[in-house]
């Protein structure tokens, strides 16, 4: 028994022309990235994709150097794609669901960055330690 | 009764940070279909947000749309209850039963007059006086139209609650009406589907906790960002449609192919709804996905308008002509969603200004 004897085929991903499509949107917004320094997001949420379509995107943007996890009210995955300045986001809640499914075209996704109200929180925490010490 | 404090207070005194803030607010856009863009001026108006007050009335249904709701994956359903919203009277989830839970209906009502949102589910039998759905001896009518005077708007969840649903169909034995039927000085949104999709009713009440605001409607009380676009034209087997490549029964060559189902009935074409994009079952996928036309339960009378495996009526013209016709009223469709506020958010993003909350309003 031969391969072609199971009916059950690969999905011919180019005659459906959507992954193309949105490969060729990220170019642009990448261009614009590199020309004006725009950043940009954009939801796989909301994009009409087979299962056979998205991993055909995933395997298409490939992994690059970095990847970041997040732990904040559920995990989020972040890494570089195969394409430096393309960052696959995924948000995930605390079960375990996907909540949002991104691509950001950015030097490092925005919520990486410690945010002002953290970092003030945070030093007013250490100065409290540092006063107990005394 | 709860104290109904900023949603910005509550976290920061639960410890939660910023940055989980933010996170939020990023599956809060993804949710309410905004652009991913907006999340920072959804967090600057969640920020001062305060908690509604909702009262839920289950009248003529199935129990379908509350499980529907329960099964919500973004955010949990416990967020939406105890952090988003003061889920003050749902006779199937709280705990209280028979005179307490009525009393804990009355005070909501009394406390936040004019205030709450009031969210039903389930037609309304009027035939013989309401005899045929009752609640604690009271009609369904009654008690609607109670529970509506005090209200700030109604959304109506699922096909009975905003068509009539299957109560509805024909003969119609009690009577069944829809909500809009029979309130008419109050905004009533409409929130269809047998069920509808449980990110798209937690999207709605988002939405209201957000901007303070009910979301732009189409013809029929529906959300626009939900059902403003067919099931058709959203569908990753579009292309097949537009290639003339169609399934002609459920085991053959062209359905293993994951060909359009069109010729087998599938509604897609003539339903208005989220499914193709938002998906079920925490993204696992929808109807057409799982090699099933659509049967079209978020639009009106889908129970009494003939086999749901009878293809949709088309011209006489061949099917590749139809195709091309329908492709042609798809980019007519896009066009209209154009609207003002979308023209302008696209103008905001290229001149790189930050977006605001009127912004996305539409003001």
Known sequence: MSLDDISIKVADLHSIGSVDALLNEIATRLQRFVTTGETALIDLKGLPFSPAEYEGLRTMLGRGEISARLEAIGDSELYETHYPGVWWVTHYNVEGDVIADLLEIAAVPAILHSQPEDVQDGLERLQHTLSQNK | MTEHETLEQRLHEQGISRRSFLKFCAAMATMMALPPSSATAIAAALSQAKRPSVIWLSFQECTGCTESLTRSHSPTLESMIFDLISLDYHHTLQAASGFAAEQARDEAMKEFHGKYLLLVDGSIPLKDGGVYSTIAGRTNLDMLQEAA???????????????????NAQPNPTGAVAVSDIIKDKPIINISGCPPIPAVITAVLAHYLTFGALPALDDLGRPKAFYGETIHDRCYRRPMYEQGKFAKSFDDEGARNGWC??????????????????????????????????????????????????????????????????????????????????????????SRQKLTVSDLKGE
Do not use: M
């Not at chain 2, 005077?149 to 109560?167: D, E, T």
């Open chain 2, 149 to 167: 005077a005090g209200a700030a708007a109604i959304v109506a969840v699922g096909s009975c609650a905003a068509f009539g649903g299957l109560p």
């Open chain 2, 261 to 350: 189902l069109y010729e087998l009935g599938c509604k897609g074409p003539t339903t208005h709804n989220a499914c193709a994009t938002t998906k079920w079952n925490g993204g696992a996928g929808f109807p057409i996905e799982a090699g099933h036309g659509c049967l079209g339960c978020s639009e009106p009378k889908f129970w009494d308008v003939g086999s749901f495996y009878t293809p949709l009526p088309a011209p006489a013209a061949d099917v590749t002509a139809f195709a091309q016709a329908a492709a042609l009223a798809g980019a007519a469709a896009a066009v209209v969603l154009s609207t003002a506020d979308r023209a302008k958010q696209r103008r905001a993003q290229r």
